[in-house]
C-alpha cells in the first residue's frame, strides 16, 4: 500500500500517529494538515512511507522530511506556489531539522499561509 491510496482522514490519522510524542513533528504534521494542499499532492505522497507493522496497533505514516528538504539548489521534488512550497519548508525545517532561508520563506508566504506558520511555531514551542 501507499499513502496515495489512503483517503484523506487515514493519512491524517496515520500522520498524527507517527508524530505522536514530539512537539516539532507535531507541529510540522499539524501545518500541512491545516494547510491541506500537500496531503493531495502526488510528489509529496511519493514521499511518505506507510507502516502498518507498528507495535503500538495505530498503522502509522511517516514523511521522508530529508528528500523534501531545500538543500542547496537543488529544489524538492513537488509542485506548488511559492507559498505552498514555503509552507513545505516551514515543515520541514521544524519536522526534520533542515535550515531554512527564513527571509524567502516569509516574504515567499501569502497572509493565510503566514498564519499558518506563526501557529505551527507556537505549537512547537509548545503553545496552543
Known amino acids: 500500500m501507499n499513502a496515495a491510496e489512503l483517503t484523506t482522514v487515514e493519512l491524517i490519522t496515520r500522520l498524527r500517529?507517527?508524530?505522536?510524542?514530539?512537539?516539532?513533528?507535531?507541529?510540522?504534521?499539524?501545518?500541512?494538515?491545516?494547510?491541506s494542499h500537500w496531503l493531495t499532492s502526488p510528489g509529496f505522497l511519493a514521499l511518505v512511507t506507510i507502516d502498518n507493522s507498528c507495535l503500538s496497533g495505530t498503522p502509522?505514516?511517516?514523511?521522508d522530511w530529508d528528500a523534501l528538504a531545500w538543500k542547496d539548489d537543488r529544489r524538492p521534488p513537488v509542485i506548488g506556489s511559492d507559498s505552498e512550497l514555503a509552507v513545505l519548508a516551514v515543515a520541514c525545517s521544524i519536522g526534520g531539522g533542515e535550515a531554512v532561508d527564513l527571509q524567502q520563506v516569509v516574504l515567499s508566504l501569502d497572509s493565510r499561509n503566514i498564519q499558518l506558520v506563526v501557529n505551527t511555531l507556537l505549537m512547537a514551542n509548545g503553545r496552543r
Do not use: R, T
Not at 60 to 63: F, N
Open 60 to 63: 502509522m505514516a511517516s514523511i
Open 17 to 35: 500517529a507517527w508524530a505522536e510524542g514530539y512537539l516539532p513533528g507535531m507541529a510540522a504534521v499539524e501545518l500541512l494538515i491545516a494547510h
